[in-house]
Nanobody
Framework: QVQLVESGGGLVQGGGSLRLSCTASGSGFSIRHMGWYHQAPGKQRELVARIITGGSTNYADSVKGRFTISRDNAENTVYLQMNRLKPEDTGVYYC???????????????WGQGTQVTVSS
């Protein structure tokens, strides 16, 4: 069983910055990859950024150059530094993780509860 706990959302003016964090807790797992998804009001959830074991990252085109994903392996924590925020970045940000259990085929996904980000114009 894995729990993902997020923090760091809030209200910010356009052009401002926020930092989200997500910590995975539990036992008997290793992390395959972790990332952040954005769900704008009335829209589907979309991948924002992901960091894979080994350190490689990928980003949605809309956030390249503005957002940075990083991780602290010792703390099982992933961060999303969001700079130059725009009103269209408003929505709920969900942490996602893919984990591996005791066997290589035993992979499973978990989601955080979501954290609200609101960017005013």
């Amino acid at each position: 069983q894995v729990q993902l706990v997020e923090s760091g959302g809030g209200l910010v003016q356009g052009g401002g910055s926020l930092r989200l964090s997500c910590t995975a807790s539990g036992s008997g797992f290793s992390i395959r990859h972790m990332g952040w998804y954005h769900q704008a009001p009335g829209k589907q959830r979309e991948l924002v950024a992901r960091i894979i074991t080994g350190g490689s990252t990928n980003y949605a085109d809309s956030v390249k150059g503005r957002f940075t994903i990083s991780r602290d392996n010792a703390e099982n924590t992933v961060y999303l530094q969001m700079n130059r925020l725009k009103p269209e970045d408003t929505g709920v940000y969900y942490c996602h993780g893919r984990f591996r259990g005791s066997s290589w085929w035993d992979e499973f996904d978990y989601w955080g509860q979501g954290t609200q980000v609101t960017v005013s114009s």
